[in-house]
Structure formats: C-alpha cells, structure tokens
C-alpha cells in the first residue's frame, strides 16, 4: 500500500493561510488523497479529497502536485479551532479501509 | 453532514467485566462500520471492518473473541470488549461509510473507556 510522509507538527498564526504538506512517492494511479482532521477528545472528521485537479470546499483547499507525488492542504485563514491533527490518507476507488499514519499537529497562535 | 453517534461516550468498568459499545449512523445507510482504537498520543489504529450482516474482518493482532463485533442492520454496529482488562483502557472510535466510489468515512465521537 502506498504510504504518505507528513511533518509531526506545524504552527501558524490565527488568520493567516496555512499549507499543511504530504507526500505520496508511490501513489498508485487509483488512489485517492483524503485528508481528515481530529479536533482533541473527538472522531476526525472529513476535510476535502482529490484525485489530480485542485479542490476547494467551504473547509480548505487541496493543491495536488502535476505527479501526484505530493498534494498540500491549505487553510485559507486559519481560527484557533482549527487547531488538530491533520492526517493525509490515500484510499482506492470503492475501498474505504482506510490507515492512519502519524498526521500533522497544527498549533495556532492568538 | 451524515452523523455518527456513539454510547455511551465514556465508561468506566471492573476488570473482567464486558462492556458494550454502540455505534449508529443516523441519517444514512451504513453498508460498512469501521471500529478503530487510539492509546493517548497516537493514532488510530483500524481494528476491524463490518459489513450490514456478514462477521467482522479483524485487522492482524486484534483477538475476534475479546472485541466482539456486531453489525446487525445498516445503521447499527456495536463492539463488545469481552473480560476487559486495564490495558484496554483507550479511546474506541467508529466510523460509517456507504460504500460507494470515493466515499468519505463520517466518525463518530469516540468512547473513553478507562478498565480499573
């Protein structure tokens, strides 16, 4: 199974963007890019997904490289509640077993 | 959004006793349950998959007769933590998912469970 590699934490100041990377040097060609969230003491919950295009939704947006090696998810202005774990996840095409890695701490500053 | 409900949200037991847990989605048909369990700084770690009325897929080193899964009808799973003992003492977590294409998972909340 392909596997992602994301930085153990990040910080970012409240209201400003925020680039959260992933990278997938071995993406399969039918492999999805998830990418969810856990708020403390909570289930993750769903931010955004792609395949090659960028995406936006009204949570974030998901900049996805030419070679699909790596994607970036961005916060476009970042509040104190979106301080969580953001965790980059490849799915195949009707395969929901999904795996988390270690994901991404983001602290946000006042 | 779809929601994910779980009960209770936090439990403690004795050690030896069973415990319940219950997951459901509340607004949608749920064709497959994921349970999935995470130690304080961790992640999740996936411990088994439900399909509506077929038995449990158990990740590799999860034991089918101490986590005791339950996927009854397409909006209720539930998972039995059988003569608990302190090192089960975790955050249980569920997740629905249609199961269709690129799906999302929707999780529910988690349940603390503390094994004295």
């Known amino acids: 199974d392909a596997k992602t590699t994301q930085p153990n934490s990040m910080e970012s100041n409240e209201e400003e963007p925020v680039h959260l990377p992933c990278n997938h040097s071995t993406i399969s060609g039918t492999d999805y890019i998830h990418w969810y969230r856990q708020l403390p003491s909570q289930g993750p919950e769903y931010v955004i997904h792609g395949l090659t295009s960028n995406v936006n939704n009204r949570m974030a947006s998901l900049a996805i490289a030419e070679d699909r090696k790596s994607s970036t998810l961005i916060l476009h202005r970042a509040t104190l509640r979106d301080a969580a774990v953001y965790y980059c996840i490849l799915l195949k095409y009707n395969n929901n077993d999904m795996r988390f890695g270690a994901g991404t701490r983001l602290t946000v500053k006042p | ?116």
Not at chain 2, 25 to 34: E, G, K, R
Not at chain 2, 38 to 44: C, D, E, G, M, V
Not at chain 2, 66 to 73: D, E, G, Q, R, Y
Request: aromatic letters at 10%; a positive charge; proline letters at 3%.
């Open chain 2, 1 to 116: 959004g779809a929601v994910v409900s779980q009960h209770p949200s936090r439990v403690i037991c004795k050690s030896g006793t069973s415990v319940k847990i219950e997951c459901r989605s509340l607004d949608f048909q749920a064709t497959t349950m994921f349970w999935y369990r995470q130690f304080p700084k961790q992640s999740l770690m996936l411990m088994a998959t439900s399909n509506e009325g077929s038995k449990a897929t158990y990740e590799q080193g999860v034991e089918k007769d101490k986590f005791l899964i339950n996927h009854a009808s397409l909006t209720l799973s539930t998972l039995t933590v059988t003569s608990a003992h302190p090192e089960d003492s975790s955050f249980y977590i569920c997740s629905a998912a249609t199961g269709r294409g690129t799906d999302t998972q929707y999780f529910g909340p988690g349940t603390r469970l503390t094994v004295l």
